[in-house]
Structures are given as C-alpha cells and as structure tokens.
C-alpha cells in the first residue's frame, strides 16, 4: 500500500495530473473496501447457512427421540395402571379377609408390590447437544421452557424410583419377603415367564405357606401398610407419567412448528 502511495506522488510529481491520480487512487481504495465487505458478506451468509442446517439436523433428531418417548411413556403408563389397579385390589382384599379369594388371584394382586417400575427414554440427542452446546443454537424459548419441565418431572420420577429400590433393598419390601420367608408365596417369579426356556428356574418348598395361613398373613395391618406404601409410589410414578406425555407433546408440537417455518 506505501510503494502505491509512492508510486502516485511520483506520478503526480512528474505529470502534475493531480485530480486525475487522485481520484483514481480514490477509486482503488472504494473498490478494495467493497471487495472486503462482500467476502466478509458471503462468508456469514455461509456459516449462518451452516448454522442453520446444523440446527434444524439436531431439531429432527430431537423430534425423532420425543416421538419415541411418546410411544415408551404411554406403554410404561399402561404397565404403572396396572400395578395401581392390582395393588388396589390386594389392599381390598388385605382389608376383608373374609372374602375367601382364591390363593393365585391373592399371589397376582400381591406380586404388583415387588415389580419394578423402570422408565427408559429416548435421551442421547439431548445429553449430547448439552454436552456440546449445540442446545443453546436452538434459539427457542419454548422449547427451552419446555425441557426444563419435561427433566423436572423426569427428576421427580427417578427420586421415586431410587425410594422404590430402597424398600425392595433394605426397607419394608425387604422386611416382608424376610417374613415370607419363601417368595413363592407370592408367586414372585412369574415375571420370568417371557424368557428363554431354557433358563430353569430352582424352586424350594421349605417356608411354603399353607392357604390359611397366606391369608393370615395378609390380613395383619404391617402387611397392609406395606402394600398400601408400594401404591402410593406407583401413584407418583403415575403422576410423572402424565405429566412427561404433556409436556412431551409440547416439545414434539414446538418442534414441527419450528421445522415448519
């Protein structure tokens, strides 16, 4: 640029064309700056293109993981009822002993206490992007209102799920398969029926309870309050079920409206 300069002041110097050169060196300075300005131009258009390409991929993977939550929540929903109905039904008949239900209609209803309830989702592409930071190139409010809700509930479920745990560990779950003394009186492996036949399962007959005896059993209050605290947790998990499905369309919904647009 300083031997350009010299090169004018020569020029102007030797020829005394000073408007001439002037102006021409005016000319090379605008058409540089423009130069300049439209490379920076088309170099922003072409990351913002990026950008952008890069966030509606990360949005069709989110949408595609919170569809499939969808189909696991409302499927662990299903499972959740079904623990609640048959513990309801356990407590009634806990309740009034006098009903005489027969002893495998009392080991169904009774074995919901010693089921897990174990929720699964579909959350890689999210742990990802917050561990990248591509969350944050959403640029969406909504959405981000909208996670922060759906892992509030998720949070609320998992506190249940380690009490749950607790009680079949080391709390009164545990108390009462120790009084059990044989599990099966609870027929407490009928969840095996799904697996391999050739996984064979050992059974023992010592500690077997008579009829009359089981339902003795089940009539005493500790058993009740047992039972009766393995449904109230099955009503949280319940509880942050419905609430994740709502909140979990929210997202889905706010996510094709975005890709839309």
């Known amino acids: 640029m300083i031997k350009f300069f010299r090169k004018i ?24 700056v423009i130069g300049i300005l439209i490379a920076l131009q088309v170099n922003n258009w072409n990351e913002n293109r990026l950008q952008n390409q890069k966030t509606r991929v990360l949005k069709e993977a ?6 499939d939550n969808k189909t696991i929540l409302n499927s662990t929903l299903i499972y959740t009822d079904e623990l609640v109905s048959r513990l309801i039904r356990f407590l009634q008949i806990s309740d009034k002993p006098e009903l005489k239900t027969p002893r495998d209609s009392i080991q169904y209803y009774a074995i919901a206490a010693l089921r ?47 009490i749950e745990g607790n009680e079949f ?34 059974e023992f007959t010592s500690h077997l309870m008579t009829d009359n005896e089981l339902r003795n059993f089940i009539s005493k209050k500790e058993v009740f309050a047992v039972f009766h605290n393995q449904l109230t947790i099955q009503y949280n998990f319940k509880e942050a079920i419905e609430n994740m499905m709502v909140v979990n369309d929210s997202i889905t919904k706010q996510l094709k409206k975005e890709l839309n647009d």
């Open 9 to 32: 002041r020569q020029n102007l110097l030797s020829e005394g064309k000073t408007g001439k050169y002037f102006k021409y060196a005016i000319g090379e300075i605008v058409l540089v």
């Open 169 to 202: 560990y080391n709390g009164s779950i545990y108390e009462l398969r120790v009084e059990l003394g044989n599990l099966d009186n609870l027929d407490a492996f009928d969840h095996l029926d799904h697996l391999n036949e050739s996984i064979k399962r050992i």
């Open 62 to 67: 989110l949408l595609r993981d919170f569809d």
């Open 116 to 162: 897990a309830n174990n929720l699964k989702l579909r959350l890689d592409t999210y742990n990802q992007a917050i561990n990248t930071g591509d969350l944050n190139s959403l640029n969406s409010k909504k959405l981000t209102t909208f996670f922060t809700e759906f892992f509030r509930h998720l949070d609320y479920y998992e506190v249940h799920m380690k």
